[in-house]
Every structure is written in C-alpha cells, then in structure tokens.
C-alpha cells in the first residue's frame, strides 16, 4: 500500500485557480495509477481525473475537461491538480488514490486514499 496526503485546498472565488496536492509514500509511487475524486456534500465520491503510472495517459471527467489538469512527479513522489476557471459546483472535498491496477474513474478500484482537501469556490 502506499499512504497519500493531500494539500492545497482553501476557498477561492469562481473563475480563481487552485493547484492540490497529494504527496505519496510507502511504495514506489511509479507502482500505481493515481486518480482525483471529489464528493460534495449529500452527493456521491464521482471521479475527476486519472494519470498512469508514468504519466503518459490521463483521463478526465467531461464536467472538468479543459479546466483541471493532472500530472504526477515521480521524483517527488507527488501527484497534481491543477484547476482553473473553478465554479461553485466544484465545491467538494477531493481525494487522492492509487490503484495498483490500470487508472479507473470507478472508486472502488482504488485501494489507498488520502484524507481529503476541501476546496470551496464561492460565488
């Protein structure tokens, strides 16, 4: 397993950026995909963006494409996201997770998560 802590979240009015961070140890960070979630409050954990092992394939879900981007630094031992032009539905607890399987929007294909960052985006 690998243990993951993210960072980064605070409030930021709509239209503001935000970059989280989720910091990896444990095992070899290249071992696993490592995938953003987010879940609001009375609303299900739903995925926002995957990135493979290396970073060479990335995946995002269609309400944050073109906003948030997601990379990985290997040496750090840490994955990003980057979000821009952020709205109140964004507003959300995130987390980060790994998978030693391929990258999967389901959650449940994620065995290591992070506590969670909250990111509040106000009107």
């Not at 995130?94 to 290591?112: G, I, V, W």
Request: charged residues 15%.
């Amino acid at each position: 397993q690998v243990q993951l802590v993210e960072s980064g979240g605070g409030l930021v009015q709509a239209g503001g950026s935000l970059r989280l961070s989720c910091a990896g140890s444990g095992r070899t960070f290249t071992m696993y995909a490592i995938g953003w979630f987010r879940q609001a409050p009375g609303k299900a954990r739903e995925f926002v963006a995957t990135i493979s092992n290396f970073g060479s394939s990335t995946n995002y879900a269609d309400a944050v494409k073109g906003r948030f981007t997601i990379s990985r630094d290997n040496v750090k031992n840490t994955l990003y996201l980057q979000m821009n032009s952020l709205k109140p539905t964004d507003t959300a607890v995130y987390y980060c997770a790994a998978t030693s399987r391929l990258p999967s929007s389901r959650p449940e294909e994620y065995h290591s998560w992070g506590q969670g960052t909250q990111v509040t985006v106000s009107m």
